[in-house]
Nanobody, 115 residues
Framework: QVQLVESGGGLVQAGGSLRLSCAAS????????MGWFRQAPEKEREFVAA????????YYSDSVKGRFTISRDNAKNTVYLQMNSLKPEDTAVYYC????????WGQGTQVTVSS
């Protein structure tokens, strides 16, 4: 059973930074892509960033490109999302995702950016 546990969310002022972590268990972490999604109030969940397992190639939504960085530490079974230059519109619950074993989501971590 795949388990994803996010942490690192919180309240930050606009222009600030946060680093989210997602600890994974129940899968061979190094063999799967990992991703981050977010969902703001009354909006649909949207893609934020992803990282491939083999090449380490990264992908970002246009709204976060140049401000967010996704990375992974296969030794720690953890994926990170470094978020810089945060804006109020980044406020959302952030979810970790893996397509492993049919797809699994974490429980989410709240990020609130005040103006």
């Amino acid at each position: 059973q795949v388990q994803l546990v996010e942490s690192g969310g919180g309240l930050v002022q606009a222009g600030g930074s946060l680093r989210l972590s997602c600890a994974a268990s129940g899968l061979t972490f190094s063999r799967y892509a990992m991703g981050w999604f977010r969902q703001a109030p009354e909006k649909e969940r949207e893609f934020v960033a992803a990282i491939r397992w083999r090449s380490g190639s990264t992908y970002y939504s246009d709204s976060v490109k140049g401000r967010f960085t996704i990375s992974r530490d296969n030794a720690k079974n953890t994926v990170y999302l470094q978020m810089n230059s945060l804006k109020p519109e980044d406020t959302a619950v952030y979810y970790c995702y893996t397509p492993a074993l049919g797809g699994s989501w974490g429980q989410g971590t709240q990020v609130t950016v005040s103006s």
